[in-house]
């Protein structure tokens, strides 16, 4: 009965869909994420409910949004080197982001806070900025995209590591980089767009979560 349960557990852990070395599964139009090595080789993939489950962000996103400012008086935020709010002479948006930082740390995170974006072929999160093993990154499309390619380089490499094609998806999707991150080290960010009935990718802003 013991090697009965080991092994019906290790199959519900196992990815639906091609695994490594095999090609890749057909786009049925599905949600779908699909992970390639150093070499451009199918991992494995991820599709529907599945994918869902696996794209969900570390944090709830309405906790990192900063609430805008309703009266008439101009205000001065100050910003860290990650984009979040440190000092404010509105209340209640740095009320907001100490609650967003405290939320990032409880998760044993830290968290870069990207500008939208809109980009035909490829652009780098924090133009080309290396962050410390990071663990995955948000992606907020204004529209429903077809697909996005996020690689992962580590610092001294001209090669990616690893990559992550996502397609079908129109709302925000937590991309899991950790995968092409065990080892310590400082990692860069590309995103890329590759497929031809997509002229141009339009992001809203979003987060990177790293070490």
Excluded at 111 to 134: E, L, M, R, V
Excluded at 165 to 170: D, E, R, T, Y
Excluded at 177 to 190: C, E, P, R, V
């Amino acid at each position: 009965m013991k090697k009965m349960w080991i092994v019906l557990l290790a199959l519900l852990l196992i990815p639906t869909g091609s695994s490594y070395g095999e090609t890749p599964p057909v786009n049925d139009g599905k949600l779908l994420v699909e992970f390639y090595d150093a070499d451009g080789t199918f991992i494995e993939s991820y599709s529907g409910q599945e994918a869902e489950e696996l794209l969900k962000p570390p944090i709830d996103p309405p906790i990192l949004e900063v609430p805008e400012v309703t009266d008439d008086i101009p205000h001065v935020h100050i910003y860290n080197e990650n984009n979040f709010i440190i000092d404010s002479t509105d209340e209640n948006v740095l009320k907001a982001q100490s609650k967003a930082e405290a939320a990032v740390k409880a998760a044993s995170l830290q968290a870069y806070k990207y500008d939208p974006a809109s980009f035909t072929h490829n652009i780098w999160i924090a133009d080309g900025a290396y962050f410390h093993q990071p663990q995955s990154i948000e992606i907020r499309p204004k529209k429903k995209m077809n697909s996005i390619i996020t690689r992962v380089y580590r610092q001294g490499s001209a090669t990616p590591v690893g990559s992550v094609k996502i397609a079908n998806f129109s709302s925000v999707a937590n991309i899991p980089l950790h995968k092409f991150t065990k080892y310590s080290g400082n990692y860069k960010i590309q995103l890329l767009n590759e497929d031809p009935n997509q002229p141009t990718i339009y992001l809203d802003t979003a987060h990177l979560y790293y070490k």
